[in-house]
């Protein structure tokens, strides 16, 4: 048995576990990915991500080579059980505020081909498959004891321990987390097609609000589609799996022909759940992924909010091991993303109960009410797109009518640069940013210059490429501020009214970014 000591120790190399590798390797932190399973998963799962979770592949640096994987998605339209539509909510497939279109239909896979292959060319990522994880501890110091592929055992003493193992976490078990359960147990088939020409349909999100058959259809990317079905209580599970009952379900959408030339790529039973961790912390063992939430798939976030996680986590994380920022910012992580994926949670539900039938005796109560909200003009405007904004803590300054920018995600414009167009995080880097509309007064400007690590950035100076949403510039003056001091996140942590009160954002930032508040400036 050997031992070593000091990286952060991730469980499980799906794309939540590996996209926290590369966030931290980007701080300089090392880490140790334990997966094992000896080869990635080659089959599709995850088909959706928003401009948001787009914008954190940016910020691990996969952005370019994963978007031509990807398509624009151009909404969802409600199909009742005559295959009617009922109602349409588009979405602009342009750059959105975020940098990227509202949403993109991927194959996971691709994605996981890709963060792999990043996290391969980097020295601090060690990878190792085949390794079983079998006895966790937790608090400051933890360690992990794991099976590796040889069959011996090894521990590893770690700065940390991020548990991405799955809906069935063996670390979350083991440091005795448990979840609050939604009472929310559907099965579902989904089957997953290549047919070799692109079929005739939409080529948004169809999803049938049928109560003898609830299901949602999606064209993927390329000729790559989707299918998921409710299963019926105590309905024969053989029989539903047969190849008769696949062209009768598959029949709407196909002729005979395309079916007979289709290759089925997966066909699977998979029980949908709403769970979420009562505590997404024990010491120094955080949760992430699926061993902190699942949620139905009705809303598309499974994935995301996976992610959303690794981006929330990994940074605070970083402060702390490289000693600028107290372990108490650490439990920030929980109270920030926990409110959040519930909500993803219950919205989740909300969607299902409304759009996909249900199987009691309200299911044409619910159709009829979804088909009159249908009919209401502008419906799809009340729709809401974006994360809701953080609330009021140690990382996010008091909202109000003044400052109503702080808690959210600072919008993503493309900008030009003597390289050519470029987004604006790729200017920021991956650590806090103090954004201007101009100038600053001189003794702020000295401050800012002895104070390390922040970037900054004047918005007028910059010159934005034209676009259908408004500058940033308009976006600060139409809230009457004159900066915001952006979290590595690109979450509004503090915004100032005038040139005039740059020097208390300053301040802000040498707070939550010192261990020692008497070195804070005044």
């Given at each position: 048995?050997?031992?070593?000591?000091?990286?952060?120790?991730?469980?499980?190399?799906?794309?939540?576990?590996?996209?926290?590798?590369?966030l931290?390797?980007?701080?300089?932190?090392?880490?140790?990915?334990?997966?094992r399973?000896?080869?990635?998963?080659?089959?599709?799962?995850?088909?959706?991500?928003?401009?948001?979770?787009?914008?954190?592949?940016?910020?691990?640096?996969?952005?370019?080579?994963?978007a031509?994987f990807t398509?624009?998605?151009?909404?969802?339209?409600?199909?009742?059980?005559?295959?009617?539509v009922?109602?349409?909510?588009?979405?602009?497939?342009?750059?959105?505020?975020?940098?990227?279109?509202?949403?993109?239909?991927?194959?996971?896979?691709?994605?996981?081909?890709?963060?792999?292959?990043?996290?391969?060319?980097?020295?601090?990522?060690?990878?190792?498959?085949?390794?079983?994880?079998?006895?966790?501890?937790?608090?400051?110091?933890?360690?992990i004891?794991?099976?590796?592929?040889?069959?011996?055992?090894?521990?590893?003493?770690?700065?940390?321990?991020?548990?991405?193992?799955?809906?069935?976490?063996?670390?979350?078990?083991?440091?005795?987390?448990?979840?609050?359960?939604?009472?929310?147990?559907?099965?579902?088939?989904?089957?997953?097609?290549?047919?070799?020409?692109?079929?005739?349909?939409?080529?948004?999100?169809?999803?049938?609000?049928?109560?003898?058959?609830?299901?949602?259809?999606?064209?993927?990317?390329?000729?790559?589609?989707?299918?998921e079905?409710?299963?019926?209580?105590?309905?024969?599970?053989?029989?539903?799996?047969?190849?008769?009952?696949?062209?009768?379900?598959?029949?709407?959408?196909?002729?005979?022909?395309?079916?007979?030339?289709c290759?089925?790529?997966?066909?699977?039973?998979?029980?949908f759940?709403?769970?979420?961790?009562?505590?997404?912390?024990?010491?120094?063992?955080?949760?992430?992924?699926?061993?902190?939430?699942?949620?139905?798939?009705?809303?598309?976030?499974?994935?995301?909010?996976?992610?959303?996680?690794?981006?929330?986590?990994?940074?605070?994380?970083?402060?702390?091991?490289?000693?600028?920022?107290?372990?108490?910012?650490?439990?920030?992580?929980?109270?920030?993303?926990?409110?959040?994926?519930?909500?993803?949670?219950?919205?989740?539900?909300?969607?299902?109960?409304?759009?996909?039938?249900?199987?009691?005796h309200?299911?044409?109560?619910?159709?009829?009410?979804v088909?009159?909200?249908?009919?209401?003009?502008?419906?799809?405007?009340?729709?809401?797109?974006?994360?809701?904004?953080?609330?009021?803590?140690?990382?996010?300054?008091?909202?109000?009518?003044?400052?109503?920018?702080?808690?959210?995600?600072?919008?993503?414009?493309?900008?030009?640069?003597?390289?050519?167009a470029?987004?604006?995080?790729?200017?920021?880097?991956?650590?806090?940013?103090?954004?201007?509309?101009?100038p600053?007064?001189?003794?702020?400007?000295?401050?800012?210059?002895?104070?390390?690590?922040?970037?900054?950035?004047?918005?007028?100076?910059?010159?934005?490429?034209?676009?259908?949403?408004?500058?940033?510039?308009?976006?600060?003056?139409?809230?009457?501020t004159?900066?915001?001091l952006?979290?590595?996140?690109?979450?509004?942590?503090?915004?100032?009214?005038?040139?005039?009160?740059?020097?208390?954002?300053?301040?802000?930032?040498?707070?939550?970014?010192?261990?020692?508040?008497?070195?804070?400036?005044?």
């Amino acid at each position: 048995m050997t031992t070593q000591r000091d990286p952060v120790v991730i469980v499980g190399a799906g794309p939540v576990g590996v996209a926290c590798a590369l966030l931290l390797a980007q701080r300089g932190i090392s880490t140790v990915i334990l997966e094992r399973h000896r080869e990635p998963y080659p089959l599709p799962r995850a088909v959706h991500l928003d401009d948001e979770v787009f914008r954190i592949l940016q910020a691990i640096g996969v952005d370019d080579r994963f978007a031509p994987f990807t398509r624009p998605m151009p909404g969802m339209r409600l199909i009742n059980g005559r295959r009617r539509v009922m109602a349409e909510f588009t979405r602009d497939t342009r750059d959105g505020r975020n940098g990227f279109p509202p949403d993109s239909m991927f194959d996971q896979p691709d994605l996981e081909r890709i963060l792999l292959e990043q996290a391969a060319t980097i020295d601090l990522i060690d990878l190792r498959r085949g390794c079983e994880a079998v006895q966790v501890t937790s608090g400051e110091h933890p360690t992990i004891e794991f099976r590796n592929d040889d069959g011996h055992h090894e521990v590893v003493e770690a700065a940390a321990v991020i548990a991405c193992d799955g809906a069935n976490s063996f670390v979350r078990e083991q440091v005795g987390i448990t979840m609050r359960d939604f009472r929310f147990d559907e099965q579902w088939l989904v089957i997953d097609v290549l047919t070799p020409s692109p079929l005739d349909v939409w080529s948004g999100v169809h999803q049938i609000c049928d109560p003898a058959r609830a299901a949602t259809f999606m064209p993927v990317t390329g000729n790559r589609y989707r299918w998921e079905f409710r299963v019926h209580d105590g309905e024969d599970l053989d029989t539903l799996g047969s190849q008769r009952t696949l062209r009768e379900l598959l029949a709407p959408w196909m002729t005979s022909a395309e079916l007979a030339e289709c290759t089925v790529m997966r066909q699977a039973l998979y029980t949908f759940r709403a769970r979420v961790a009562h505590t997404w912390r024990s010491g120094r063992v955080f949760l992430a992924g699926d061993a902190a939430h699942q949620t139905p798939p009705f809303v598309g976030q499974g994935l995301g909010s996976g992610l959303r996680d690794a981006m929330n986590l990994t940074w605070k994380l970083a402060d702390v091991l490289d000693g600028t920022a107290p372990d108490s910012l650490l439990d920030t992580y929980e109270s920030e993303r926990k409110p959040h994926a519930t909500r993803i949670i219950l919205m989740a539900l909300a969607v299902g109960w409304a759009l996909t039938g249900g199987q009691d005796h309200l299911a044409s109560v619910r159709r009829a009410l979804v088909t009159a909200a249908c009919h209401v003009p502008r419906i799809s405007n009340a729709i809401p797109e974006g994360s809701p904004s953080l609330n009021h803590g140690p990382l996010v300054q008091r909202r109000g009518m003044r400052s109503r920018l702080n808690g959210t995600l600072f919008p993503q414009p493309w900008v030009r640069t003597p390289d050519g167009a470029r987004r604006l995080d790729d200017l920021l880097g991956p650590r806090y940013a103090l954004i201007t509309r101009g100038p600053l007064p001189d003794h702020t400007a000295a401050r800012l210059t002895s104070t390390a690590g922040l970037t900054h950035i004047v918005i007028d100076e910059l010159a934005c490429v034209p676009s259908t949403n408004p500058s940033l510039s308009a976006v600060m003056r139409s809230q009457h501020t004159y900066a915001v001091l952006l979290r590595p996140d690109r979450v509004v942590m503090a915004s100032a009214r005038t040139g005039a009160d740059v020097g208390d954002l300053l301040s802000t930032y040498q707070r939550a970014h010192c261990t020692d508040a008497t070195k804070v400036p005044v």
